[in-house]
């Protein structure tokens, strides 16, 4: 009947369904479940009253946690913890590992993300990965907690997540962990767009695509292209993207009309040689390239991208419609890698698993370059946002623009007096990787090159 002690990430990756008011009202302190996790509990700090309060949380008929009970009005921390904990042990006690929210019987279905719905011969090979990989087990078990939360407005995402549409079933989830970690209420009960969320009296529609390419059957061919040639096949696959996404007229509709709508894209899986796709998508979106002459930096007109017979204007912020498009949000960090790290900081999977992560970032918004870091993947020491990674291109033209401060730690590009300005936020990675290790023996290799 022990009570244990557990981590913000562990916490944060166990309760999606927490609203984000609670923020907002509290300051959350201390986290606490019994042995088996069955229930979980939260000492909160009232900045309204000044007082402290704790909640008890149990999984419902979907397997979510949800709030079951709570006691207000302590005067200290102490007595707010020892009264929580007297409530984990008599919950404990019960022997529960279900707590019914009365739900209807339509809602009550578990989202079993990892139930395979499709043949074994149509399974994505990253979905068996997935599956079946104990090097992968953190990012299964907290994509199988985070899915719990999700809503699936078409009934379709299991199948496809399971089979061809796992790249952008998963750009999908990432974008859902990342709002969520934002602080958005995030409404799904529309079929598209994918995301209405809202924060304090203002909203942001977005809606999810990622680059529809072969890069298995072209990667021989685009290994051997010129960087320049692979730059405009890259720009090309995303402006495909973003035009099929244009030609929807999203913001026509009621729920849309009035509000920021934003598209996010990603490009997950991009050539090798290309290890940081940021600046070709500012490129091609805002139709400038960016020069260095002598002292200063000087801009020139980007007009078209061509690759073998196909060509597209550039500006894509400058095409007709375009104004509707608040924002282009993206980011090639909604990977199997990313969710990998991020179930490791939330101490998921196979305990023995050992990972690090190498890359570039800035290390401070002002930087000149992107530094080389080096990291292992450890609980309780090394520290990453879902956020972490993302861009966001303003559209100067934009009918409804969004507010920076709806998106913080995130790097936002705009046009200002015709010059990029680029605000970035701490330790910003432009690119990394992420390594796992098969043995202590090539993890202490590894760990000699970081703390030499």
């Known amino acids: 009947m022990g009570i244990k002690s557990l981590s913000r990430p562990r916490f944060e990756a166990l309760c999606f369904m927490r609203h984000p008011v609670?923020?907002?009202?509290?300051?959350?302190r201390y986290w606490y479940s019994d042995a088996e996790e069955n229930v979980l509990g939260v000492v909160v700090f009232d900045r309204c009253d000044e007082d402290w309060?704790?909640?008890?949380?149990?999984?419902?008929?979907?397997?979510?946690?949800?709030?079951?009970?709570?006691?207000?009005?302590?005067?200290?921390?102490?007595?707010?913890?020892n009264a929580l904990h007297k409530k984990i042990v008599e919950y404990s006690q019960a022997g529960k590992n279900v707590f019914s929210q009365g739900l209807e019987r339509k809602f009550q279905k578990t989202f079993l993300i990892f139930k395979p719905l499709v043949a074994r011969n149509r399974l994505h090979p990253d979905f068996l990965i997935l599956l079946e990989s104990s090097?992968?087990?953190p990012a299964r078990q907290i994509i199988t907690e985070i899915a719990y939360t999700f809503k699936d407005p078409d009934g379709n995402y299991i199948q496809q997540f399971q089979s061809n549409g796992f790249d952008a079933r998963l750009w999908e989830l990432y974008l859902y962990a990342t709002l969520h970690e934002l602080d958005f209420d995030i409404d799904r009960t529309y079929k598209a767009p994918d995301y209405v969320c809202s924060k304090f009296d203002k909203k942001v529609i977005v809606e999810?695509?990622?680059?529809?390419?072969?890069?298995?059957?072209?990667?021989?061919?685009?290994?051997?292209?010129?960087?320049?040639?692979?730059?405009?096949?890259?720009?090309?696959?995303?402006?495909s993207a973003l035009y099929s996404k244009m030609k929807k007229r999203y913001w026509e509709r009621d729920?849309?009309?009035?509000?920021?709508?934003?598209?996010a894209v990603a490009d997950l899986r991009r050539p090798?040689?290309?290890?940081?796709?940021?600046?070709?998508?500012?490129?091609?979106?805002?139709?400038?390239?960016?020069?260095?002459?002598?002292?200063?930096?000087t801009y020139c007109q980007i007009k078209e991208h061509v690759w073998g017979k196909k060509k597209i204007p550039s500006g894509f912020f400058n095409q007709p419609d375009s104004e509707n498009v608040s924002a282009i949000l993206f980011s090639d960090s909604g990977t199997i890698a990313k969710f990998n790290r991020m179930g490791k900081v939330a101490e998921f999977g196979d305990p023995s698993v050992i990972?690090?992560?190498?890359?570039?970032?800035?290390?401070?918004?002002?930087?000149?370059?992107?530094?080389?870091f080096r990291s292992i993947v450890e609980p309780g020491k090394y520290n990453e946002a879902w956020a972490e990674g993302i861009w966001i291109f303003h559209n100067p033209k934009a009918k409804i623009p969004i507010d920076k401060e709806l998106f913080p730690n995130v790097a936002h590009v705009c046009l200002e007096n015709g010059e990029f300005m680029i605000y970035l936020a701490d330790a910003f990675p432009t690119w990394s990787k992420t390594l796992i290790f098969s043995s202590e023996a090539e993890a202490d290799k590894f760990r000699a090159t970081v703390f030499r």
């Open 272 to 297: 090798e040689k290309l290890s940081f796709c940021a600046p070709l998508l500012m490129q091609y979106l805002y139709g400038m390239q960016q020069q260095e002459e002598l002292d200063r930096i």
């Open 135 to 137: 090097g992968y087990s």
């Open 22 to 28: 609670v923020k907002f009202i509290g300051e959350e």
């Open 53 to 81: 309060l704790y909640v008890i949380l149990g999984r419902d008929e979907r397997a979510r946690f949800r709030a079951i009970d709570q006691e207000i009005n302590f005067n200290t921390d102490t007595e707010a913890r």
């Open 255 to 263: 729920h849309v009309k009035g509000h920021s709508f934003v598209i």
């Open 208 to 239: 999810a695509t990622t680059v529809n390419s072969p890069w298995q059957k072209e990667a021989t061919t685009l290994e051997m292209l010129k960087t320049k040639e692979l730059e405009d096949f890259v720009v090309i696959k995303f402006g």
């Open 355 to 372: 990972m690090a992560r190498v890359g570039e970032r800035y290390d401070m918004p002002q930087s000149a370059a992107p530094t080389p």
